[in-house]
């Protein structure tokens, strides 16, 4: 829940005007013109975080989910924040966001990938409806 709440909220803010926020229209021209990256791939890039947050709520395709989430955070680090400082910018000194944040994710997405959804996931619900059942983690060596 940790992970879809916080890419739920990062991401709302790229495509919902609002508060002060950018809106979907801004964040691409930001992508296309600032960052030069493609329409296509900008816009392919809000919308599957936004999908792949509301699927880690809900349970559904989770390590689907927590590998989009995955990816998008090395991409964001290797382009973004990696040339910045490790440090979040809590003070405003900085001219961008470090990559302290992103370490977080990468680390529970990557649980996610291992572990997959939980007890009350929808994803659990669909392994029990098809008789698959989920690995125990006592025979995990």
Request: aromatic share 12%; glycine share 12%; hydrophobic share 50%.
């Amino acid at each position: 829940m940790a992970v879809s709440g916080l890419s739920l909220c990062t991401e709302r803010r790229k495509y919902l005007a609002g508060f002060g926020d950018r809106g979907l229209a801004d964040t691409m021209q930001f992508f296309t013109q600032m960052m030069h990256v493609p329409a296509a791939f900008a816009f392919r890039a809000i919308m599957v975080e936004f999908a792949d947050g509301l699927g880690l709520i809900i349970g559904l395709l989770g390590r689907v989910a927590a590998l989009g989430i995955l990816l998008t955070t090395i991409v964001a680090v290797a382009m973004v924040h990696s040339k910045i400082r490790f440090f979040m910018n809590w003070s405003r000194q900085q001219k961008g966001e470090g990559f302290e944040y992103d370490l977080f994710a990468l680390t529970l997405t990557g649980f996610l990938m291992g572990h997959g959804s939980g007890a009350f996931s929808i994803d659990q619900i669909l392994a029990g409806a098809f008789g698959s059942r989920r690995p125990s983690t006592s025979t995990i060596a």
